[in-house]
């Protein structure tokens, strides 16, 4: 699952991108307007954390030009203005969720997986598929009831395929979700990760759950 | 205190006293001397009746007198008696009226000689008035004109029981009828005075009203009267200073709070953080290290507030003596000269060496501190630092100047306000917090100066004006 971080505070900044790279986010960070509405314009992010008081061009100009322009990735306001007025202002603009500083960084967390379970349409913080069982909050993985040990990338990958189950999902649409911009494109790392995970979740003489479709990605569950 | 109600019924009730006594004491004079006038009148002339009628016989040296008691009742006795004694000029009785019986009435003599009036109480014990009057009575035989007539003294009383009965009367009905007089008015001033202050109680009741939850009330205008209007209206003023500063106060607090929530989440952030995981040592030093970082900026942001807290409360003790300005401007740029030369900016300190001023050496000093260091930042890379003096009608101007302005003419209204910066971005290092150049103006005023800030293109300039004593 992928974030656009785009905050200014400096030991802020780098905090939250820590911690939610160790959540399994893949996190693109910017602490100036321009480049963060380019960076929410360019890639197909799962949810936009978006301060509102910013450098060149302040957050809601950043949400009022993404939604003029159809864009509706989940943006979440992460500001210190408190009043109603600024928490109406800033919803009333386009924004899926209101947080304000300070916060606690578990909490930050809870809203961005309700955002995620919104946009993929997930009631429950749980996914099925099969006997294959994903807590997404404690970022776990059974199959049969056994715990099946994931890397962060692994998961990250199963996640996203879990998310959208049943769909034929692009190499491209992984790329796009599970890595981070400034990461090194690599023409078959995301196989190399497929085969890696399907390692581990598929199970002798149970049918497969995780399959490629020729020409096109992969899909998993039926 | 006495209330205002209590002040004008005292002076209404105490004038209106004051004018009934005058008043009473003039319309008793004026009755008083008119019947005393009438008696006197009359006692004149039953004195010029009972002399007419006294003859003196030449021959025999004797007195006729030819009053007829009938005539005049009164000097036979009874209840309104009058009385009179005839004396030669040697006081040797002559003649009195038979109300007096042995008694006899005071002899006194006329003051000028001919007449003369007299108050004074019976032996009787009744109160009478008495007229003495000198005269020399007719010669009954005027054949021997040659003998000279007797002076004699007539003393004519009439009783004044009845008349001083009067006068008290009057007395009375005044008394009576000044203090019924007084009791209405009483009465009638304590309902002018209430319905005259109703206003200000009205007025009373409208501030009492108002509370720092709604200090956009004002004090309403109509149906006051012109004499409160004035005060309803400094009212008025006072509620909208009042207001403008409670507002500035609510503004200012509510900035302090913005601009601690952010490194406060920066802090909770990196905690929370570190928290999440059990980490090694390295990376446990690294959050601490950064927290450290955050506190200290908002110390720093603290210890301005504080600043500019003890320079409004007036704490700042000022100290000034005679200061030369250029190598001050140096020395404060010391600190900023290794920042600006990475950015190769080139300052120039064009103040003549030799120019003095006499102020505060720390308050002018951290001054330059910060305009410098606003320079020093926002002048863009290659771009030059200007600091300029010169002496003005009053006092002194120092200018700095820098290029690389991004403000526009109508941003530099604000640029003193507290927690204004004109690039959000400017808060991103944690080092600004748009107070710097609040304290500035703070500080140029204490000093008895003026500050203000100025863009032309590329060029923004600061001018502040100290006098020179």
Redesign the interface.
Known sequence: MRILLVE?????Q???A??LR??DFAVDVT??GQEGLWYAMSNDYDVIILDI????L?GLGILKQLRAKNKNTHVLILT????VEDRIKGLDTGADDYL???????ELLARIQALMRRKYEHKSPEIKIGDLRIDTVAKRVWRDSEEIILTSREYMLLEYLARREGEVVSRMDIWDHIYEFKSEASSNVVDVYVGYLRKKIEKKGKPAILQTVRGQGYILGT | MWSLKSRLMYGMISGMTALLIGFNLIVYHIISHELFSQFDASLKSAANLISASVEQDDKENKFDFEFNIERMPEFAGGKKSAYYELWSSDGVPIRKSPSLGNDDIVRFASADKTRSFKSFVMKNGRPVRAIAISFQPHIENDSNAADMPHSLVLVVARDTGELLEQLRFLKYLLSIASAGILGLAYAVAGIVVRRGLAPLGTVAEQIDSISEDNLKSRIAGEDLPDEIVPIQRKLNNLLERLQASFERERIFNANVAHELRTPLAGMRSIIDVALTRYRDSEEYRCALSESLSVVNNMEEMVSRLLMLARNESGQTALTKEQIKLAPMVDKCWEAFAGKAAEAEIVFANRIDANLVCKSDAAGLSMIFSNLLNNAAEYTNRGGRIEAAAQKTEHGIEIIFENTGNQLTQQQTQMVFDCFWQGDASRSSTGVHFGLGLSLVRQMVELLGGKIRAEVSNDLFSIHIYLPLI
């Open positions: 200014d505070y400096l030991p802020l780098k905090s939250l820590k911690g160790e959540a602490g100036d008081m910013l450098p060149k302040d210190a203005k408190d009043t304000v500083k300070p916060f606690a960084f578990a």
